[in-house]
């Protein structure tokens, strides 16, 4: 008896010495930031090192990290902190540049249309798993990548999670005129068109909470999300909050989109948004843009210096309605209006709209025949139409404040209440400004 037992306490013993010492706490830097935690030199070394099961919390000492991260099928909290008077935990792309290493959910489309496999360059990657990324800063500052490929600061695909009190900088394409790459923060679902390498891709719900970021100096867009809408349900849901959205300012190569919903449904509240201009003709540049997405709520942001502050838009009838945008501040829209309205049953309430080039807010016609929208209590200062209307969209559309309006209210056939400064193919003088949505077909 005496050696059985001593057999199965030895045996016991063995198990437990086979368990990673690590498998608690993991870290990235000098052994100094963190004595009890198990240190790693670099990210991807310590995501590869937390176990399959359970919650992983990682944190990331001050230092700058050349590196992609990828964070597959494991629940892991990754987190910057502060050691030695510094608090900047700083990924920044290897030495050879950044590379591929995940196929997007939808085509991309060449100059012609034809559909095409796109890919991403993710700096940091999360794939099928529910996961946090806190306290960073993702910078791509000298990334190598060039037209046709696609830059993403922070990459969450079929996963679920937070984004939190993150710096996403520099997400750029060299020499990237016209390319239309290069996103900060990008959620996205369904199953990836590649079946092959890099890190095919599962489809599953997606459901992020991207709030207190500073997204600054992307090319393309800076926070997007895209989903697949099914009636009023969509593969993807997002909470965007409190975040910094700055764009480059007067460009003449890319469309920029501060914050973007294609296809998924989400609240986009309190966030300031800014520089998202495009200054080629008859194309626009917007602040908030969203498309296909059920009963959204745009409401306390503060946006300025776009082409358009807020574009809503239906494709198909009845697919983007019942949007609240309420409370918002909208300062100086080049070329366009303050809010678009293509979309149907919109309540558009307690919005102040200071100079606007064309209209405060135009209620016009996309892809419902005849959309009723709702407009009140607004404040608008400075436009050549307060509100115009595009029969036969119509709403109701008082009562409202104006402060230098040439137009109250202005109901009228053509789109624009200024002097056109493109024609349409057909020859009219409408001014129809086309949006440039982040890839989603």
Known sequence: MKTSLTSGILATVLVLAASPAFAGNLAVGPPGCTPNYTHFTTIQAAVNAAPLSGSTTIVVCPGIYTEQVQIIGKKITLKGISYGGSDAAIIAPPAGGLVQNASSTFPGYDQYGNPYVAYFEAMVLVQNTTATIEDLTVDATNNLTVCGQDPVGILYQNADGTITRDNVLHVQVIGGFGCQGGLGIYVESGSTISNGPPNPSAAANSTVTISYNNVQDYDKNGITANGTLTGTTS??????????????????????????????????????????????????????????????????????????GIYLQSINPDDTDNATIKSNTITATHEYDGIVLCANLSTVTGNTINVADESGINVTLCGDPAPTDTVYSNTINGACAGILVQPPASGTTAPDTY????????????????????????????????????RRK
């Not at 993807?236 to 700055?246: A, E, R």
């Not at 109250?408 to 001014?431: E, F, I, M, N």
């Open 403 to 438: 402060y230098n309006v040439t137009t109250p209210v202005l109901t009228t056939s053509s789109d624009t209440c200024a002097t056109p400064l493109v024609k349409k193919q057909d020859g009219s003088g409408h001014r129809r400004a086309v949006v440039s949505p982040a």
């Open 235 to 308: 593969n993807v849901g997002v909470t965007i909050k409190y975040n910094t959205v700055i764009g480059a300012g007067a460009v003449p190569d890319n469309a920029q989109n501060g914050i973007q919903l294609y296809g998924a449904n989400g609240t986009i509240t309190s966030n300031i948004i800014d520089g998202d201009w495009y200054t080629v003709p008859g194309t626009a540049a917007t602040g908030v843009l969203i498309l296909q997405s059920t009963a959204p709520l745009v409401e306390a942001n503060t946006i300025s210096n776009t082409n358009v």
